[in-house]
């Protein structure tokens, strides 16, 4: 996490006191305790918001995976190398199963603003 921290700064991505961060595509790297080896992560978006973190995991088609990849491996990262509160929004287009509870789903960009933290959703988003 140290070399993240560093890279982080290195290459002036500090956040923004005029507004969100962006972060599409982000690459990071990490290593796990039980493993030698340096492995990679890139959350489809997050948006680093000074007080939190927003990640958002984009699929055709709901399913469990994008739920699963900012649980397990996204949010545990960005909450390491930021430290605030990281909600996860895992964005679809084409229905399928639920698999969260809908009272906390957000219709609109600026819901997913006002989720609580720590929160884990998902969007059906209609362009």
Sequence with gaps: MREIRRDYGRLGFA????????FDGQWLKY????????????????????????????????CREGLEQIRRLYAPLLDRLYGVPIIGVSTFYNPGPSYEDHSLSPTTLEDCLD?????LVEWHYLA
Excluded: I
């Design 115 to 119: 989720l609580p933290e720590y929160s």
């Design 15 to 22: 956040p923004s006191r005029r507004g969100p961060v962006f």
């Design 31 to 62: 290593s796990e305790r039980r493993a030698d080896r340096e492995r990679y992560a890139q959350p489809d978006l997050y948006l680093h918001l000074g007080n939190k973190v927003l990640c958002f995991e984009f699929k055709l088609t709901r």
